[in-house]
């Protein structure tokens, strides 16, 4: 587990952007098995992907016409429980830090792992997000 004073400026990156953070199993609960709306759920990571590509990327998409109706965000090595909850949410897909999710109406549709964010750039990603987006939030 991280100190939580060493990833808050990682946290801030996204959380300043207005991504809500859920701390707790009960906050993503709430959130991620809402049956309404979309959710953009960025799993964040201390890791040089997240910071370079994986949170430039998320940011970047909800500049997009169509977006989610909420975007959230779990840390992983900070919030264990909140994050094995999302994992949850996130199955069948293997643990993955970082990840970013979309989910419409309680199910998710979209799922970029940490290996299709590393060697892709930030735009790419955003570019892969932002189809999504297309499709499932319009």
Same mark, same amino acid.
């Given at each position: 587990?991280?100190?939580p004073e060493?990833? +808050?400026?990682m946290?801030k990156?996204?959380?300043?952007?207005g &991504?809500e953070?859920?701390?707790?199993?009960?906050?993503?609960?709430e959130?991620?098995?809402n049956?309404?709306?979309?959710?953009l759920l960025?799993?964040n990571?201390? $890791?040089? $992907?997240a910071?370079?590509?994986? @949170?430039? *990327? *998320?940011? &970047?998409?909800l500049?997009n *016409?169509?977006?989610?109706?909420? +975007?959230v965000?779990?840390?992983?090595?900070?919030?264990?429980?909140a994050?094995?909850?999302?994992?949850? &949410?996130?199955?069948?897909?293997p643990?993955?830090?970082? *990840?970013? +999710?979309?989910f419409k109406?309680?199910?998710l549709?979209?799922?970029?792992?940490?290996h299709?964010?590393?060697? @892709?750039?930030?735009?790419?990603?955003?570019?892969?997000?932002?189809?999504?987006?297309?499709?499932?939030c319009?």
């Amino acid at each position: 587990m991280y100190p939580p004073e060493l990833v +808050a400026p990682m946290a801030k990156d996204l959380t300043d952007f207005g &991504f809500e953070g859920l701390h707790s199993p009960e906050m993503v609960n709430e959130v991620l098995g809402n049956k309404e709306g979309t959710v953009l759920l960025v799993v964040n990571s201390v $890791c040089g $992907c997240a910071a370079g590509n994986a @949170r430039p *990327a *998320a940011k &970047f998409s909800l500049h997009n *016409a169509a977006k989610p109706t909420k +975007a959230v965000t779990v840390f992983a090595g900070v919030d264990k429980e909140a994050v094995d909850k999302a994992r949850e &949410f996130l199955l069948p897909y293997p643990p993955s830090s970082p *990840a970013i +999710a979309l989910f419409k109406e309680g199910k998710l549709v979209h799922m970029i792992e940490r290996h299709m964010i590393e060697g @892709r750039t930030a735009q790419m990603i955003a570019d892969n997000l932002m189809e999504a987006m297309n499709t499932h939030c319009a």
